[in-house]
């Protein structure tokens, strides 16, 4: 997922805007990555495989915020209902290769098909605690709220893996 962001912003972000787009910096790397990191080592401590999906959902949440913010600020006359649907959009192509990876079995297809849920929590929760979105900052406070939106983002996934897992047997 982090080589999936890394794309989109160098193929769409600077080719299709310009250079005026300023770079990304080692605060908003950490910030995107870290809660990321959070599911891989819980993963790996507990041995449960499971938390591959809020891992992705990390992903997939700062992957829309950060379009929704892009387009806020390129895109201001246009209706924001439509950015944040088209960025929760984006953010859920991240589950193109979980598909794959998962081999289209159940529950993994039901959890990746819901994804939109948690992704828009994530990308309202960002909305609704970021000051001045239709010109947002690049500032560490900034990358902060987006980590913790996509981390709560991540949140609402675990609970409906849980859900799903209970279910499943």
Request: glycine residues 8%; charged residues 10%.
């Amino acid at each position: 997922p982090p080589l999936l962001i890394f794309l989109r912003d160098k193929l769409i972000s600077y080719s299709a805007l310009g250079p005026g787009i300023s770079r990304h910096n080692v605060q908003s790397i950490l910030a995107i990555c870290l809660p990321g990191l959070v599911w891989l080592v819980a993963a790996v401590v507990t041995d449960q495989g499971g938390l591959f999906y809020p891992y992705v959902l990390t992903f997939a949440a700062s992957l829309a915020i950060l379009e929704l913010t892009r387009e806020i600020h390129h895109y201001r006359s246009r209706p924001w209902l439509v950015l944040f649907a088209s960025s929760v959009g984006v953010g859920w192509l991240m589950f193109l290769p979980f598909f794959f990876i998962t081999h289209f079995g159940q529950p993994w297809l039901l959890l990746a098909l819901v994804a939109p849920g948690p992704i828009a929590v994530g990308a309202s929760l960002f909305m609704l605690i970021q000051p001045g979105i239709d010109d947002c900052p690049r500032d560490l406070p900034r990358w902060l709220r987006q980590g913790a939106a996509s981390f709560a983002a991540s949140i609402v996934g675990l609970g409906l893996f849980l859900l799903a897992q209970s279910y499943h047997g």
